[in-house]
């Protein structure tokens, strides 16, 4: 028998063996394909996630898929297909895809679970809708910086290419292999049978399979080894079927197993049958028993006896201990079971979380969303923090007690404490978020420090307004400490300057709406006044009482007293004590808007820069306020006003104002006849005046002073020392005037400017060796508008500077289509004063634009007047110097007609002087003319300048002027000025000009 014995457990040992090896080497086999396909997966979560590195180059242009998704399906060859979606599911592109239609992909599984969980999602057996081929397909949602959903990328997997792929695998003979996703649908088989794809798992393998190796047998009744296996543990997306052929190792062991197991069965039923009667009365039916009672002890049940009576005596002393224990056990689970419910009630109402460690800082248990997905301690901690828990974990003693703060993110701080279980070499890691704490904490010394601190005066009284604290503003504005105000009446700050019905009225909108505001004046401990903008507030209790009240205020004595000073430098003249402009526009508007009749009187001293230059600054000012006087006490009940550096303005308010403005005009001239006393000399100053009235010259203050303004320069221009009553002739010229001035820069943005040119022959051979750039307005309404109407107004209002500029770009192209004809011909320009004396003078770029042109400034002959030296301008002098050194060269213009004087050629040492058409015209009749002329060529060529004569037309006057040895003559006798085309005609067909 024992033989037998030993013979059967080795066949079944043996047996055991070779299911066990068969077992491991089908799941040795199931986990080295399961790693390759996870390995796939993977490569393709990765494929996505390195494409979301790169979201500025996964712009969608016109249903187009950017270049970087055709680049990555070149090195994704396991992938069919890439797309990007947006947050309806509507697919924007695709790399391949079989129509044009529209795409919407949002009712598939794999598109909400990625759009669900923010993740890498895996989709499930389907026919793709762009491909129409059968798929599994991949979804990874991209955020921007401020987790902003902003697409959603998308891979595609052909089923048919994954089943080719599991048949490249070096996997046994009669080995199956199927991959399934989470509705169990085939996706992927081994061998490969595209027919079974997508049918459900159940129909082929059995149920209930595990992670380890399963024997079971087929309905064919082959014996086979099942495993299987998740390609993705964190949703069991996937899965994976194995199977493996055990038929032929089993076959030889079982035949021999069958032979020795009958054999051992009979022998088997002999010795049973021998002991079985005996065994049941003895032991088995106690034991039974005893197993019925454990089990019901294993329940909680208390009722835990068994009969002693009926079993053996050997059992009754058993049967009463046990009855004991059962008892002492079920009233300790009680026990613990209370205080393991205490502990969890505890623990879920603090907001901690904790982790239980040993000394070697591995984690045994945890609790808590902080620690819920740490599998070490490391990823815990900050690495300085997890250092330092090491070292008190390696001297762990029941007193070790550690706390700790750490950030893991820049918005939170999270406070860890480490203690000591006692009698255990163990302890807990608690966990807190404190961020919440810190923040009131930072405010709280922020609220303290902004007290303390702010230049504003703080008060905190009680609701009746007793003194509890102030700060240190308050100290330094009022003079008293904080502990000479604590606990007294805010009354103590009362300046008596307000009286009773300003503090009820006070305390009635305190009690009303819990707030006042406004300007007070108080008095400080050395009893100075001062004035204050204060606000108080009110804080009240839970029960809306009120608590506390919160008075701010700031000293705005200083700047009260600034405003003032501002407000009266704003509307007062600082040097007469009178209204200056600004207050005198606003007396004015407020006569005109009540409609009271008004008049103006605008006085202007005359030459006062004369009496400025020659005495000074000093004492012209000393002369404005003995004037300012003298006028104010000759109408001490007008309106005076001082708007400008010598102008004075009168306004009169009575029904006979404009006779009362001749006559103040009268006693005014009368008045400043009187000589002034200055410096011990006497000065004698006269005014000239305008005068304007409302309604009729105008009905607001710009008007009004602008058409006094007007008489003011008409009163001058007959000779000062007068008054003019603005009329409407005035206000024709003035229209007329302001006409003149809109058309000017209407013409400038309109091109309505053109250049005509009249040809300069040289007398000695008729060539026409220069010519002179003259200015043409071609108005659409008025026709040609002569220079002499608006040079002199584009002059005054500085447009002559754009027109100089507009000539100058007109004549460089004109002489540079003459340079590309072969002509050498100098142009001449025109070049007015105000060009010259401005701030910003355009005139400096003009030899760059020639340097642009490749053009010698040698071609260029600025013509100038004698009235441009006559002011003695050192600004001028330089810029005429600067040209000349550039290369420009300088006529003077209409020599003979001004001062003519030998100090300004040899000023501006000019190249070329013009006689004037005057002097010209009569040089055929008037002896004393031409020897004019003649006097002129004569002293210029001695100063070795060059002559033009201007305004020639006659061959008398040409000959007349050769004859004298002038150089050059201008006039219609050789041409009229002619536009640009006809002038460059004209130098075309004949450089020269014929005369008699």
Request: neutral net charge.
């Amino acid at each position: 028998m024992p033989c037998l014995i030993i013979i059967l457990f080795l066949l079944c040992e043996q047996r055991q063996q070779a299911l066990t090896q068969q077992s491991q080497l089908a799941l040795h086999y199931a986990k080295q394909v399961a790693t390759i396909q996870q390995v796939e997966l993977a490569d393709t979560e990765q494929v996505l996630q390195q494409l979301s590195t790169r979201i500025d180059h996964l712009t969608v242009e016109h249903s187009k898929c950017p270049p970087l998704l055709y680049h990555a399906m070149l090195l994704s060859p396991n992938l069919a297909n890439l797309g990007i979606v947006d947050a309806q599911g509507n697919v924007l592109c695709t790399t391949h895809q079989a129509d044009q239609r529209e795409i919407n992909i949002a009712d598939r599984g794999y598109f909400k679970a990625a759009m669900r969980t923010a993740q890498f999602s895996i989709g499930e057996y389907q026919i793709d809708r762009s491909m129409q081929r059968a798929t599994v397909n991949f979804a990874l949602p991209i955020y921007d910086d401020q987790q902003q959903f902003l697409f959603m990328l998308v891979a595609v997997k052909g089923l048919t290419h994954w089943s080719q792929t599991l048949a490249k695998l070096p996997l046994p003979v009669g080995t199956r292999v199927m991959i399934a996703d989470a509705k169990a649908q085939i996706i992927a088989q081994y061998p490969a049978a595209n027919a079974e794809l997508g049918r459900a798992v159940s129909s082929s393998w059995p149920n209930n399979l595990s992670t380890q190796a399963t024997l079971l047998n087929t309905p064919e009744g082959n014996r086979l080894v099942y495993v299987k296996q998740s390609l993705n543990n964190s949703n069991r997306a996937l899965q994976i079927y194995f199977s493996f052929d055990f038929e032929s190792q089993l076959s030889s062991i079982d035949k021999r197993f069958a032979l020795f197991l009958g054999i051992f069965f009979v022998l088997v039923c002999i010795l049973f049958w021998q002991t079985h009667w005996q065994l049941k009365q003895q032991l088995l039916k106690p034991l039974s028993a005893l197993k019925h009672a454990i089990a019901k002890l294993e329940s909680g049940k208390q009722d835990s006896r068994f009969d002693a009576t009926k079993v053996p005596s050997e059992f009754e002393h058993i049967a009463e201990r046990f009855a004991h224990m059962a008892q002492t056990r079920l009233a300790a689970e009680d026990n613990a079971n209370h205080r393991l419910a205490v502990v969890k009630a505890l623990i879920n109402a603090l907001p901690d979380s904790y982790v239980r460690l040993d000394q070697q800082a591995q984690i045994l248990s945890r609790y808590g969303d902080y620690t819920d997905k740490a599998q070490t301690l490391r990823e815990l901690l900050p690495e300085h923090i997890y250092k330092r828990i090491r070292a008190e974990l390696a001297l762990l003693n029941d007193k070790t007690y550690v706390q700790l703060e750490f950030s893991p993110t820049s918005n939170q701080v999270v406070e860890c404490r480490l203690c000591a279980i006692e009698s255990h070499p163990q302890a807990l890691l608690i966990f807190r978020d404190i961020s919440q704490r810190k923040h009131q904490e930072e405010a709280l010394n922020l609220a303290a420090l902004v007290y303390n601190n702010s230049s504003e005066c703080m008060i905190i009284t009680d609701a009746n307004g007793f003194i509890l604290d102030v700060n240190l503003a308050f100290t330094r504005v009022t003079g008293y400490s904080r502990s000479e105000v604590l606990g007294k009446s805010t009354a103590m700050l009362g300046s008596g300057q307000h009286d009773r019905s300003f503090y009820e009225l006070m305390w009635q909108q305190l009690n009303e709406h819990g707030r006042w505001q406004g300007e007070i004046v108080n008095r400080k401990k050395n009893g100075e006044l001062y004035t204050e903008w204060l606000t108080i507030d009110s804080v009240y209790d839970s029960n809306r009482e009120i608590y506390r009240r919160v008075a701010i205020f700031t000293d705005i004595t200083e700047v009260k007293r600034k405003d003032a000073l501002i407000w009266k430098q704003a509307h007062f003249d600082e040097l007469t004590d009178l209204q200056n402009r600004v207050g005198l526009k606003k007396h004015l508007k407020k006569q005109v808007a009540v409609g009271q009749q008004t008049a103006v009187l605008l006085l202007d001293l005359d030459n006062f820069k004369d009496i400025n230059d020659t005495l000074g600054h000093y004492y012209g000012d000393l002369l404005l306020k003995l004037v300012a006087q003298r006028l104010k006490s000759m109408a001490p009940h007008a309106f005076l006003s001082r708007i400008g550096g010598d102008e004075f303005v009168f306004v009169l308010e009575d029904d006979e104002h404009k006779t009362t403005c001749k006559t103040l005009a009268s006693q005014i001239q009368s008045a400043l006849k009187q000589p002034f006393e200055i410096k011990d000399e006497q000065c004698h100053i006269t005014a000239s005046m305008g005068i304007a009235t409302a309604p009729t010259d105008g009905n607001g203050a710009e008007a009004l002073l602008k058409a006094a303004d007007q008489a003011m320069y008409r009163a001058k221009q007959q000779g000062r020392n007068g008054y003019v009553i603005f009329d409407d002739t005035l206000r024709k010229v003035a229209e007329s005037r302001m006409q003149m001035l809109k058309g000017i820069r209407a013409a400038l943005h309109n091109n309505q400017f053109e250049m005509h040119y009249q040809p300069i022959v040289s007398l000695d051979d008729n060539r026409v060796a220069k010519a002179e750039a003259l200015i043409r307005w071609r108005h659409p309404e008025q026709g040609m508008v002569s220079p002499a109407e608006f040079i002199p107004l584009a002059e005054e209002t500085q447009l002559i500077h754009h027109i100089g500029d507009l000539a100058f770009a007109q004549s460089i192209d004109t002489l540079t289509q003459l340079q590309h004809l072969g002509h050498t011909t100098q142009i001449s320009i025109n070049v007015s004063p105000v060009q010259f004396a401005a701030k910003n003078c355009t005139l400096a770029s003009w030899s760059d634009k020639l340097t642009t042109l490749a053009i010698s400034p040698e071609h260029v002959v600025l013509e100038v007047t004698e009235g441009m030296m006559m002011h003695n301008d050192s600004r001028t002098k330089q810029r005429v110097e600067r040209l000349k050194q550039q290369g420009f060269q300088f006529a003077l213009d209409d020599f003979g007609t001004g001062y003519s004087s030998l100090a300004y050629l040899k000023q501006l040492d000019c190249h070329f002087v013009k006689i004037d058409k005057r002097f010209v015209d009569g040089i055929a009749t008037n002896a004393d003319d031409l020897t004019l002329c003649e006097t002129i060529i004569l002293m210029a060529h001695r100063l070795g300048l060059k002559v033009i004569a201007e305004g020639v037309e006659t061959a008398t006057q040409h000959q007349l002027l050769k004859q004298a040895g002038c150089d050059f003559g201008q006039g219609y006798y050789y041409s009229k000025p002619l536009p640009q085309r006809e002038f460059l005609t004209l130098m075309t067909e004949k450089s020269h000009i014929a005369v008699a």
